[in-house]
């Protein structure tokens, strides 16, 4: 998983209630994504970072906010829960410009929202 | 919106048979990216071909791409069970911070 990590693995929660999602990584590498995965949609990109404090929106971020105070942590937060946010949600990273243009991804988290 | 559309949705074949999966995308793109999903894990990077690139091979596997009718195909060649898993596809179109667009996926199934 090149040294990916996130957590919970597994969540459930109400509706209305605020969820944080981490993800870590171990390479200090640059660039970090959040990816919603649903039946029948394959992955949708909700949130990117390009590095500490620059984030940027995807294509379905309603209802998510994200924060980069560290190269290693990328957190997604869902302010409030909604039903409509089960999901399981998957990090990635992508090594610097250097590197190639493939991405690694994390094991992912399963959330769901009663 | 979904960039990749791979076909077909659904994939079962003999173990020792080829596997062709087929994505097609939208807009103009900088690389075309395969990955593989096994069931409940993160997908893994298969391989990448660029816009400029007809066709590549990484072991086992081929893949073309053809700008002109924005499609590309993924060959798997002496499939094996062990390939069981979902096939996606994923276009960087260059819009900036090599963000990717993802298909919906193929299902393939390798029957021993």
């Known amino acids: 998983d090149a040294g990916i990590t996130q957590s919970p693995r597994h969540k459930v929660t109400e509706t209305g209630t605020p969820v944080t999602l981490r993800c870590h990584q171990t390479e200090n590498h640059r660039y970090m994504y959040w990816y919603r995965q649903d039946p029948g949609h394959g992955l949708r990109l909700i949130h990117y970072s390009y590095g500490v404090k620059d984030t940027d929106k995807g294509e379905v971020s309603d209802g998510y906010s994200v924060s980069r105070s560290k190269t290693e942590d990328f957190l997604l937060t869902l302010e409030s829960a909604t039903s409509s946010q089960t999901s399981v949600y998957f990090c990635a990273i992508k090594p610097g410009t250097s590197g190639g243009d493939e991405q690694f991804f994390g094991p992912g988290t399963r959330l769901t929202v009663l | 919106s979904q960039q990749g559309e791979e076909d077909p949705q659904a994939l079962s074949i003999q173990e020792g048979e080829n596997a062709t999966m087929n994505c097609s995308y939208k807009t103009s793109i900088n690389n075309l990216q395969w990955y593989r999903q096994n069931s409940g894990r993160g997908l893994v990077h298969l391989i990448l071909?660029?816009?400029?690139?007809r066709e590549k091979h990484s072991g086992r596997l081929r893949v073309t791409l053809d700008t002109s009718k924005k499609s590309s195909s993924l060959l798997i060649t002496a499939s094996r069970a062990a390939d069981t898993a979902s096939y996606f596809c994923a276009t960087d179109s260059g819009a900036g911070s090599y963000q990717l667009t993802f298909g919906k996926g193929t299902k393939l199934s390798v029957i021993p």
């Open positions: 071909i660029r816009s400029n690139e």
